[in-house]
């Protein structure tokens, strides 16, 4: 139990970085993350923007508690915020890819008019695994061993601008493999798109997150019906049902971490109440904090 609590403390970036064959303040590559023990045992929420190819063999995982396997060519993209527990990982797996911070995703994401797509970003928490054909998956394996030379080479004036350019570039191309499957919106930079996007980025990377929408519209400058009106044009949901499906993200997360009780959770999301989250939990899980992990206990219990 202490290994297992000692794991669950860890950041989810210094997990990671156990496995990284390169790491900085801003990337890290890895092509071993069918050796770290603590991603099979446990659930870490990702505090980055992750790209993994399968090249060889299977696994099977679960993101944001639904489960995936993952086979050849089989591509896989967590925003920050994604809940991540490995199930079982074949002996013959092997992968490679690559860690963003939330910040310098951002940067690059802005500078290659991409990816902020709400319609993009919304398709991939349904559907984080995006099956790549063969020429795709070796040209993305192309991208990864030409900016793993380029991060590890001799450092020199331009080297930032050059890895800039080859994750923009790889970027546009995961773009035309994704409008396989929807149709994505071109870009805009209009004020309801990007107060909409700085919503997200606020929600996304507040932590305990306020779940009125009168905050965000004060921190945003504009009246909370202004900004459920915006969530609702860009989005297709409300202010309101944004902001609980990423505080339940946390809730569940904290949920599954086995040295904090139920009231330390309540505390740490600023609940005024323990009374107050059980209801709020059992209103969007349909069942209550304890009956949940008692849930969770179940599962694992069949699972070995």
Same mark, same amino acid.
């Given at each position: 139990?202490?290994?297992?609590?000692?794991?669950?403390?860890?950041?989810?970036?210094?997990?990671?970085?156990?496995?990284?064959?390169?790491?900085?303040?801003?990337?890290?590559?890895?092509?071993?993350?069918?050796?770290?023990?603590?991603?099979?045992?446990?659930?870490?929420?990702?505090?980055?923007?992750?790209?993994?190819?399968?090249?060889?063999?299977?696994?099977?995982?679960?993101?944001?508690?639904?489960?995936?396997?993952?086979?050849?060519?089989?591509?896989?993209?967590?925003?920050?915020?994604?809940?991540?527990?490995?199930?079982?990982?074949?002996?013959?797996?092997?992968?490679?890819?690559?860690?963003?911070?939330?910040?310098?995703?951002?940067?690059?994401?802005?500078?290659?008019? $991409?990816? =902020?797509?709400?319609? *993009? &970003? @919304?398709?991939?928490?349904?559907?984080?695994?995006?099956?790549?054909?063969? /020429?795709? +998956?070796?040209?993305?394996?192309?991208?990864?061993?030409?900016?793993?030379?380029?991060?590890?080479?001799?450092?020199?004036?331009?080297?930032?601008?050059?890895?800039?350019?080859?994750?923009?570039?790889?970027?546009?191309?995961?773009?035309?493999?994704?409008?396989?499957?929807?149709?994505?919106?071109?870009?805009?930079?209009?004020?309801?798109?990007?107060?909409?996007?700085?919503?997200?980025?606020?929600?996304?990377?507040?932590?305990?997150?306020?779940? $009125?929408? =009168?905050?965000?519209? *004060? &921190? @945003?400058?504009?009246?909370?019906?202004?900004?459920?009106?915006?969530?609702? /044009?860009? +989005?297709?949901?409300?202010?309101?049902?944004?902001?609980?499906?990423?505080?339940?993200?946390?809730?569940?997360?904290?949920?599954?971490?086995?040295?904090?009780?139920?009231?330390?959770?309540?505390?740490?999301?600023?609940?005024?109440?323990?009374?107050?989250?059980?209801?709020?939990?059992?209103?969007?899980?349909?069942?209550?904090?304890?009956?949940?992990?008692?849930?969770?206990?179940?599962?694992?219990?069949?699972?070995?």
């Amino acid at each position: 139990m202490e290994k297992e609590i000692e794991l669950i403390r860890m950041s989810s970036t210094e997990i990671i970085e156990k496995v990284a064959t390169y790491k900085d303040e801003q990337v890290i590559i890895h092509n071993q993350v069918n050796k770290i023990d603590a991603i099979e045992q446990n659930t870490i929420k990702a505090d980055f923007f992750l790209v993994i190819l399968c090249l060889k063999g299977k696994a099977s995982l679960s993101l944001n508690n639904n489960s995936y396997d993952i086979g050849p060519n089989d591509l896989m993209i967590c925003h920050p915020q994604t809940l991540l527990k490995h199930g079982t990982i074949g002996d013959d797996f092997e992968c490679c890819g690559f860690c963003l911070s939330p910040e310098y995703a951002k940067r690059v994401f802005i500078l290659s008019a $991409s990816t =902020s797509n709400w319609c *993009s &970003r @919304l398709y991939l928490d349904q559907h984080p695994i995006i099956p790549l054909n063969e /020429e795709e +998956s070796q040209l993305f394996c192309q991208y990864y061993h030409l900016l793993y030379s380029k991060l590890t080479g001799t450092p020199h004036r331009h080297q930032r601008e050059l890895i800039n350019s080859l994750l923009q570039a790889f970027i546009y191309e995961f773009q035309d493999a994704l409008e396989k499957y929807i149709q994505l919106r071109p870009t805009s930079f209009n004020s309801s798109s990007n107060l909409f996007n700085a919503f997200i980025e606020l929600l996304v990377s507040s932590y305990p997150k306020e779940r $009125s929408v =009168s905050y965000y519209a *004060s &921190r @945003l400058f504009v009246t909370a019906k202004y900004l459920s009106a915006i969530c609702k /044009e860009n +989005s297709g949901e409300t202010a309101s049902d944004l902001i609980t499906s990423y505080v339940m993200k946390d809730v569940e997360y904290l949920l599954k971490c086995p040295d904090k009780s139920i009231k330390e959770i309540a505390n740490e999301l600023n609940f005024a109440t323990l009374s107050f989250f059980g209801k709020y939990v059992k209103r969007n899980l349909g069942i209550s904090p304890k009956e949940y992990r008692e849930k969770l206990s179940q599962q694992t219990e069949q699972a070995q």
